[in-house]
């Protein structure tokens, strides 16, 4: 059958805060401009290396407080559920290692929405854990970790990657936020835009948005910028 533009606007007027509920705004967890992740969607997160990746993409699942299934292919396990850890509870790493000592300290409560995995990192067995988990946002820690068989070289393999993670988030109706890395042309020249990302230009026409962390490694201070945004300024 043949689904026309008047379908999908009654299936969107019938349950109009589902997608809403399932979805993550930024301007919320950051008191800044709302700047929402949807169902369905796929967000390239990109970076120059040691800028905090990982922990910002965790400190938003964290915070934001929907089933995660956060797929930690660069760290072990222990050392992402730690960095869990301190962020709800806004300790140190000093504090965490210390308290993990306890026997009768127990974080379920706070990270009960959050599942960690390290599985054996091919696309079909991403496909499978979704399908599995039912998760609402699934975490690629990161997509460069990601194998896929009988590819020629680097691009062919990225493309696939995404055209990948992109179907999985629509038929799924999840958000999946992957963690991309930069080419290495412009981590040596320290080009950060959305020409950037690893893989050709196919990476940045799948995905709905592309955030791109930048700052200096020796100092504090970070800044988040959205490179692309289906449906909402910048």
Request: glycine share 4%.
């Amino acid at each position: 059958s043949v689904t026309t533009a008047n379908d999908k606007i009654q299936d969107f007027e019938k349950s109009p805060n589902k997608n809403l509920d399932l979805s993550i705004d930024l301007g919320k967890l950051f008191k800044v401009p709302s700047y929402v992740m949807k169902p369905g969607e796929l967000v390239i997160f990109s970076g120059d290396t040691g800028l905090g990746k990982s922990a910002f993409i965790q400190y938003i699942v964290a915070k934001a407080k929907k089933d995660t299934l956060f797929l930690s292919l660069e760290m072990k396990e222990e050392l992402t559920f730690r960095r869990f850890v301190q962020i709800v509870n806004n300790k140190t790493k000093k504090w965490v290692d210390k308290i993990y000592k306890d026997p009768n300290v127990s974080f379920a409560d706070k990270l009960k929405h959050i599942k960690i995995m390290s599985i054996a990192p091919r696309v079909e067995s991403v496909k499978k854990v979704v399908a599995e988990h039912q998760p609402n946002v699934l975490v690629i820690d990161t997509t460069d970790e990601l194998q896929v068989d009988f590819v020629k070289g680097e691009i062919e393999k990225q493309n696939i990657i995404i055209d990948h993670l992109k179907q999985i988030a629509q038929k799924n109706n999840i958000i999946i936020i992957a963690i991309h890395h930069l080419n290495k042309a412009s981590a040596v020249n320290n080009i950060i835009n959305v020409h950037s990302l690893k893989g050709s230009s196919n990476v940045v026409q799948k995905a709905d948005k592309v955030l791109m962390i930048k700052g200096d490694r020796l100092e504090q201070v970070r800044t988040i910028c959205s490179e692309k945004s289906r449906d909402e300024g910048r």
